[in-house]
Nanobody, 129 residues
Framework: QLQLMESGGGSVEVGGSLRLTCTAS????????VAWYRQVPGNQCGLVSR???????YHIDSVKGRFTLSRDNTKNTVTLYMNNLKPEDAAVYYC???????????????????????WGQGTQVVVSS
């Protein structure tokens, strides 16, 4: 059974750092794009960052320079490093894996409805001032 599991969420003060790790089981990340989405209750689900099978990173403008990605296909993990966190970064973060290189920047909900994409259960990030 294909599964993704996020870990590393928690509470941090403004300006702090967190590391979110996505671990796959039942399949290998080789050949998959892996993305992170986030959602605040009542808001849309938004793409935050994405890494290609070859390690090419994409980040939305609001996190560029603060967030980075690292993938380790031998350990079947993708890690999102979040630095200089701001209150607007607080959300539930979801890890998503798919073979397709096409990703929507906004979804009406997390997890999404596309059955070709594998979603984790989400991990909460709280940023306090």
């Amino acid at each position: 059974q294909l599964q993704l599991m996020e870990s590393g969420g928690g509470s941090v003060e403004v300006g702090g750092s967190l590391r979110l790790t996505c671990t796959a089981s039942g399949f290998t990340f080789d050949g998959f794009y892996v993305a992170w989405y986030r959602q605040v209750p009542g808001n849309q689900c938004g793409l935050v960052s994405r890494v290609s099978p070859t390690g090419l990173e994409y980040h939305i403008d609001s996190v560029k320079g603060r967030f980075t990605l690292s993938r380790d296909n031998t350990k079947n993990t993708v890690t999102l490093y979040m630095n200089n966190l701001k209150p607007e970064d607080a959300a539930v973060y979801y890890c998503v894996a798919a073979v397709s290189g096409t990703w929507q920047t906004r979804l009406d909900r997390c997890p999404g409805r596309d059955a070709s994409r594998h979603w984790g259960q989400g991990t909460q990030v709280v940023v306090s001032s």
